[in-house]
């Protein structure tokens, strides 16, 4: 009798174990896959422009900047509703969905396939491609992520770059 409630108790333990470990893996690897960039690639964003504006070239292909695997990029704008995103992409978090109450900084989505990758915040100060938010989100294959960037000085002279698509 005591061998046989030992026993049971050892098998519901690794069944509850069991369980609640592969509940979270799915809902963990799907957060862990998606990576915030750091601030080197926004920093090679920037300096790639400011390359390409100072050797007088008027557009970026961001196929270069961002050399790892993807094949879609997806910005949405500020302020809009990102279910769309949601049910398409698997990866959205709470981090991504903050740009919905952010118009200083731009989110740039990288996906591959239906996952959601890696993400970046970029400052609008400096680019923004807030010239291509008539839509509440755009999605570019990888092939389609070149841009045009529109230099502008402002009153107090300084310089900011708008990045718009090479193909509307």
């Known amino acids: 009798m005591e061998v046989s409630k030992n026993l049971y108790h050892v098998v519901i333990t690794i069944l509850v174990v069991f369980t609640t470990s592969c509940g979270n893996s799915n809902s963990e690897a799907s957060q862990s896959e998606v990576t915030l960039l750091d601030a080197e690639y926004s920093n090679k964003l920037y300096s790639e422009i400011a390359l390409k504006v100072e050797g007088g070239d008027s557009s970026i292909n961001l196929t270069e900047v961002f050399d790892f695997d993807w094949n879609k990029l997806i ?28 118009d200083a900084r731009s989110l740039l989505l990288f996906a591959k396939d239906d996952q959601i990758i890696k993400y970046i915040f ?12 008539e839509e509440s989100v755009r999605i570019y294959e990888r092939g389609e992520s070149q841009f045009m960037i529109d230099v502008q000085v402002n009153k107090n002279g300084k310089t900011s770059t708008r990045l718009r698509p090479l193909k509307e």
């Open 122 to 133: 970029l400052s609008n100060v400096k680019s923004n491609f807030s010239s291509i938010q």
């Open 75 to 102: 910005i949405p704008k500020a302020y809009s509703n990102l279910e769309s995103i949601k049910k398409e992409y698997k990866g959205m978090n709470k981090q991504i969905e903050r740009i919905k109450y952010d």
